[in-house]
């Protein structure tokens, strides 16, 4: 079962212009990761949030994370061709023994 | 480098012959776990394993086993591998936290594409 929910599900932007996606959940985590999928490679981890924190950055990205909502979002500015991707969320949900649940992605296209 | 391998990268097989999908982690991490991607699912998990010889189903276990001998490896067994097994599959490791495995990010293998005829 997929806890987190990606929006949009394809993303289509120039170069240098800023992405953003949302991911929404249902239940109360512990942790939200973002990770990078490049075209039938693997998974890399991005970013974790803890729920108690609201903001973090890493380079040129930012992710905010709201549980009253129960939602994040993940901006990546000045958008390079190199950032196109699939982005994941991932939670770790307190009730599933903190066991990662991945989202169905965000394809972002950045066009040069 | 840190990383997690796995072989091989493509298989192509046939339905009922048995193949093992090796992973193996650098890391001495102590959680494992083997996912499926397919297009519209997303990544599910088949199993996991905290420690040596601790292994748990995932949410997609049915027509998989998996074994934990040794701390850095975690074998995918497909004992009659069948059409619908035919997906992107992933080892991921992780230290394992206070909070369990999801409290730090997971490393993953490059993948093994599996298509079973």
């Known amino acids: 079962s997929q806890q987190g929910e990606e929006d949009p599900q394809a993303l289509s932007i120039q170069e240098g212009e800023n992405a953003t996606m949302n991911c929404s959940y249902k239940?109360?985590?512990?942790?939200l990761q973002w990770y990078r999928q490049n075209s039938g490679r693997g998974l890399v981890h991005l970013i974790l949030?803890?729920?108690?924190?609201r903001e973090k950055h890493s380079g040129r990205l930012r992710v905010t994370l709201d549980t009253s909502k129960k939602s994040s979002s993940l901006l990546i500015t000045a958008s390079r061709a190199a950032d196109t991707a699939s982005y994941f969320c991932a939670t770790a949900a307190r009730t599933a023994g903190n066991k990662l649940t991945f989202g169905g992605g965000t394809r972002v296209l950045v066009k040069p | 480098e840190a990383q997690v391998t796995q072989n091989p990268r493509y298989l192509i097989t046939v339905t009922g012959k048995k193949l093992t999908v090796t992973c193996s982690q650098n890391?001495?991490?102590?959680?494992m776990s083997w996912y499926r991607q397919d297009p519209g699912l997303g990544l599910r998990q088949i199993y996991y394993?905290?420690?040596?010889?601790?292994?748990d189903k995932g949410d997609v276990p049915e027509g998989y086993k998996v074994s934990r001998k040794e701390k850095r490896n975690f074998p995918l067994i497909l004992e009659s591998p069948s059409p619908n097994q035919t997906s992107l599959y992933f080892c991921?490791?992780?230290?394992?936290?206070?909070?369990?495995?999801?409290?730090?990010?997971?490393?993953f293998g490059s993948g093994t594409r599996l298509t079973v005829v």
């Open positions: 991921a490791s992780s230290l394992l936290g206070r909070g369990g495995a999801g409290a730090y990010g997971y490393t």
């Open positions: 394993s905290m420690n040596v010889e601790v292994t």
């Open positions: 890391m001495n991490h102590e959680y």
């Open positions: 239940t109360s985590i512990n942790n």
């Open positions: 949030i803890r729920s108690n924190e």
